[in-house]
């Protein structure tokens, strides 16, 4: 099963929906692999059987990468009995899969011709597969530009050349295909017609459940360049409790100040390497910061707050896995009091929930919403959130099965740099260095809470809060400081709850 999935059925089929042929059209770098792709990462999160048959991989399994740019050209005479051979190994494989209990086909190729898509359309239709059409179409330059210099230029076909040549290269295979391009007009077909990266959708005869959600995912989607970061909250003043709710510790603060700082430049960093098609900089793409609205998660989240140009937004749905009846137990009173559930946690992480609490399954579910808005930001985005909530956002992010995400590894201290393109996700890891040489933590918790609207910010209030270190210091003191030698990451003592329900 995959991590969003609702139900099993014994044909594997869900949704009542049957056997469904997505068809992409248009020209070329109009977004349908980056379309592609991201269905299938969606409908496999649902539990939809789901696969991608591109015809650009099959001719590059049947002839290599070492084309010239009018192989593709409908007018090209020579090639037509070639091309016409790899598409139709394509669409063999596709009817195939379908047989054998498939249920999402999505054929990536251009499809530009009425003639061709007839003729997909019966040869589907006489297997009992529905034919669902979306075409791409952009008339705008500066998008089809973009997403040659950004996408095109990236992929297998051009793989040692020269950027500016591998653009005009690929400039020309566009206008080999321009005058035998027609748009669909059958209206009595299923079709979504996606215009200018998302600026307008036209949908026609869409049918039931799955058609209408493969519908409303395109509405998020875009192929703007876009981060996605990753990083775990800071260590909070009682890490055993979710239900506490707890402030930051003094480490925690520091850690966030140290996140700040080096996300910051290493963004000031990537601007002015980027790759760029003139000689002027890149423009740098706004960054926002989603959190939760638990204290350690937002108040972590809260230290960009003093960049007027980073928004800094809270989601309920990102707080983190509830551990129900759990809460302030150790790992070795776990086991003592719930032998039987952990033997359950043990055979099935993912789906096992102990009593009043979530399972992974049940935050994968929740977190839907936060997907499709994170599809269909177009900022750059922060997400600090537990690690629970970022495993699950990961997994989908990556397209990995329910029984991997339990285990993934989103190590304290590390910042997560995802660059999702039209051929994968690409992945870099940070150590976030300690460099912050000290922290007025009072200062600093007191104003993020103000911030927060809902937490007292009083002297009263902090000095309940404070480590019995800190507690035991003389009043007039006027602030706190952490030394430069302590940990960003450490809380003096790792939670053993963790371990068992993280």
């Known amino acids: 099963m995959f991590p969003g999935q609702l139900y099993k059925t014994e044909s594997g089929r869900l ?11 248009g020209l070329p770098a109009r977004g349908k692999t980056a379309i592609s792709r991201s269905l299938y990462r969606y409908l496999r999160w649902l539990g939809v059987q789901t696969e991608v048959f591109s015809v650009g991989n099959y001719r590059r399994q049947i002839i290599g990468v070492e084309v010239t740019n009018d192989f593709f050209s409908p007018a090209n005479k020579v090639t037509a009995d ?6 139709n ?11 054998a209990g498939g249920q999402v086909g999505i054929l990536d190729g251009s499809n530009t011709t009425e003639e061709r898509r007839q003729e997909l359309v019966e040869r589907l239709k006489a297997c009992n597969v529905h ?9 705008n330059p500066d998008i089809v530009d973009a997403n040659i210099r950004s996408v095109k230029v990236s992929s297998p076909d051009y793989v040692g050349w020269d950027r500016s040549d591998a653009v005009e290269d690929f400039k020309r295979r566009i206008e080999n295909h321009v005058p035998f391009y027609t748009t669909i007009t ?3 077909l299923s079709f979504v017609k996606v215009i200018n990266a998302g600026e307008k959708i036209i949908v026609n005869n869409a049918q039931g459940f799955l058609q209408s959600k493969i519908v409303y995912y395109l509405t998020n989607l875009h192929i703007s360049p876009r981060t996605i970061y990753f990083a775990r909250n800071g260590v909070s003043l009682n890490e055993n409790s979710c239900r506490t709710d707890a402030p930051l510790a003094p480490a925690g603060h520091r850690y966030a100040e140290n996140l700040k700082n080096f996300l910051l430049t290493l963004r000031e960093r990537s601007t002015s390497s980027s790759p760029t098609s003139s000689s002027a900089p890149e423009t740098r793409r706004q960054l926002t910061v989603w959190t939760s609205s638990r204290k350690r998660s937002f108040q972590t989240a809260a230290h960009f707050l003093d960049h007027e140009e980073i928004v800094v937004r809270q989601r309920s749905v990102l707080a983190e896995r509830n551990p129900g009846v759990c ?9 003592e009091k719930y032998p039987d559930e952990c033997q359950r946690a043990i055979k099935d ?3 096992h929930r102990f009593p009043r609490a979530e399972s992974y399954y049940d935050l994968a579910n929740r977190l839907e919403k936060v997907l499709l808005e994170l599809e269909r930001e177009k900022n ?6 537990h690690e629970s909530v970022i495993r699950c956002l990961y997994g989908y992010l990556h397209g990995l099965p329910e029984s991997e995400i339990p285990s993934l590894d989103i190590p304290e201290g590390v910042l997560l740099e995802l660059t999702p393109t039209a051929y994968a996700i690409e992945e870099k890891r940070h150590q976030v260095p300690d460099t912050v040489a000290s922290v007025n933590w009072q200062q600093q918790a007191a104003n993020l809470m103000s911030l927060a609207g809902n937490v007292p910010s009083s002297p009263g209030f902090m000095d309940h809060y404070l480590p019995d270190s800190f507690s035991a210091s003389s009043p007039s003191s006027s602030t706190a400081t952490l030394s430069s030698t302590a940990s960003p990451t450490s809380s003096g003592k790792q939670t053993e709850q963790t371990e068992v329900l993280r």
């Open 327 to 335: 809460d302030q137990m150790t790992t070795q009173e776990i086991k």
């Open 380 to 385: 750059d985005v922060l997400i600090v959130a």
């Open 349 to 351: 992480p993912y789906r």
């Open 186 to 188: 059958d209206l009595s």
């Open 82 to 87: 070639l091309r016409t051979k790899i598409a």
């Open 89 to 99: 190994a394509c669409l063999d494989d596709m009817v195939q899969w379908f047989a």
């Open 131 to 139: 034919p669902m059409f979306i075409e791409t179409i952009c008339d």
């Open 15 to 25: 949704f009542h929906a049957g056997a469904i042929a997505i068809i992409l059209v």
